[in-house]
Structures are given as C-alpha cells and as structure tokens.
C-alpha cells in the first residue's frame, strides 16, 4: 500500500513509542518522514529505522515547546523538501500529579509541549500546505481529554484543548483542502507508560476496565493515524476517533 509516495510527514515526539511507530507505518505507504524529537539521539534512530526498512527518513532535533526554533526548524523542512503534507503532532510528556502536588513548572511544561507545541507546529506548516491546497494534521489527544480521570489533571486538560483546536482548525483551514483530524487513543503499551511505578502491580487494574482485556500496541494506534493522513480520509476533518478498547463508548 503506497498511497502516501511522494508526500512529506512530520511526526513530532518521533523518538520513541507511538511516535516512533507513526513513523514506520508512513514510511512502509510511501511518504518521506521527517522525525522530530527533543532528544535528538533518537529522532535519528528512528529515522534510521525506518531507512533500514527501506522508507525514506530525516532526523529533526528541537523542543516544541520552543517556538522560535520549532518554526526555524519546520520551515526550513518544507524549503528543502519544497513541500508538507502530513503533520502528526504527537510530541507529549507524563506524568500524574495530584492537583496538591502539581508545580507551577509541570503545568506551564505540559501545555506548552502539548498545546503551544501543536499550535506552532501546525502554524508552521500552513503556508506549505496552502500553496497545495491540501494538507492533513492530525493531533494525539488522548481519552482523559474527552473524559478526565481522577488525576493527572493538567495533562487531561491539554488534551482537551488539543480537541477544541482541532475542531476550530478543521472549520478555519477547509477553504484550502486542509484536514483537520484528532486520535484520541485509550491505553497504550509505550516505553513511557511501562516505565511507570509500580506499572506491573498496576497493569492488572488499568486493563481491567478495557472491555476488549488489553492495553493496544503503539502500532494499532499508527493505522488510525495512517488511515487520517490518507485520501482515504479526505472527506472526514474536524473528528475525533478514539481507538481505545471500548474504555471510552461516547456518542448518539
């Protein structure tokens, strides 16, 4: 399936887990990934990974809560490629403070990767994809940003916001054939959630409240991801889909 040759994508929090296999799954439909990470050692791993399985791969070291270098970074991406066609602003941080416990510092973090991130990412791409006419974004939400959940509270609310701005951009950004999309995944089996404490004696617990009895693999989120960024997907913006195991059941 190589419905996505020729095309650019930039996956943002490339380095590691669902980011990672984003990356993979684009590169094996065809497109040109450009993986983005703060660690810059392993935004080239997995750029390297996905050369070695035979795609087409760039490394792109910067934090996203920087605004100045993320646009530097972004534009000149899309003047040495001379296009981008594929934003997936996927860049996040843990962590699950209750409210008593949580900092100044952790809040402001945590919107800025989350929320300020994406927003400048997105910012970023749109003169390219104008000048298309045709662009996918697809933001990673998550289900505590639909539901909350009992703790984590800043963390759920970014990820609210990330809702509300997809929808605000998939009516703004029509005009030019631009979607706008967001992945709202349930729970994931990423290095960040089995570094947790505690995660084995946990893990019983959290999976006990998935009706499907398991927590996915990043991949399984990656053909979500893959399917919005496809023209398979280009009369869907505005949408959250949430690949969750039945934890979260929503709707009409």
């Known amino acids: 399936m190589r419905e996505l040759d020729g095309l650019v994508a930039v996956i943002t929090g490339a380095g590691a887990g669902m980011g990672k296999a984003?990356?993979?799954?684009?590169?094996?439909?065809?497109a040109r990934i450009v993986a983005q990470d703060i660690d810059g050692v392993r935004a080239e791993q997995t750029a390297a990974l996905v050369r070695s399985e035979g795609g087409e791969a760039v490394s792109l070291a910067c934090d996203v809560a920087d605004?100045?270098?993320?646009?530097?970074?972004?534009?000149?991406?899309?003047?040495?490629?001379?296009?981008?066609?594929?934003?997936?602003?996927?860049?996040?941080?843990?962590?699950?403070?209750?409210?008593?416990?949580?900092?100044?510092?952790?809040?402001?973090?945590?919107?800025?990767?989350?929320?300020?991130?994406?927003?400048?990412a997105g910012k970023?791409?749109?003169?390219?994809?104008?000048?298309?006419?045709?662009?996918?974004?697809?933001?990673?939400?998550?289900?505590?940003?639909?539901?909350?959940?009992?703790?984590?509270?800043?963390?759920?609310?970014?990820?609210?916001?990330?809702?509300?701005?997809?929808?605000?951009w998939a009516r703004e950004l029509a005009p030019w054939n631009i979607h706008v999309n967001a992945v709202a995944p349930g729970g994931v089996l990423t290095e960040m959630v089995m570094a947790q404490p505690d995660i084995d004696k946990k893990m019983p617990q959290k999976v006990a409240r998935v009706p499907l009895g398991r927590y996915a693999e990043s991949r399984e989120i990656s053909y979500t991801v893959g399917f919005l960024a496809s023209p398979r997907s280009d009369f869907i913006t505005g949408q959250v889909i949430s690949p969750n195991g039945g934890e979260v059941i929503v709707g009409i």
Not at 22 to 27: E, G, I, N, R
Not at 67 to 82: K, S
Not at 142 to 152: D, K, T
């Open 67 to 120: 605004t100045a270098a993320l646009t530097a970074a972004l534009t000149g991406i899309g003047e040495r490629f001379g296009r981008i066609d594929i934003l997936v602003n996927n860049a996040g941080i843990g962590g699950e403070p209750l409210i008593e416990d949580t900092t100044e510092d952790y809040f402001d973090r945590t919107f800025a990767v989350h929320v300020r991130g994406s927003f400048f």
């Open 124 to 168: 970023a791409v749109l003169p390219f994809m104008k000048k298309q006419r045709y662009g996918k974004i697809i933001n990673i939400s998550s289900i505590w940003g639909m539901v909350g959940h009992h703790y984590a509270s800043p963390y759920c609310a970014a990820k609210a916001a990330l809702l509300g701005l997809t929808k605000a």
């Open 22 to 30: 984003h990356a993979q799954l684009l590169a094996e439909r065809g």
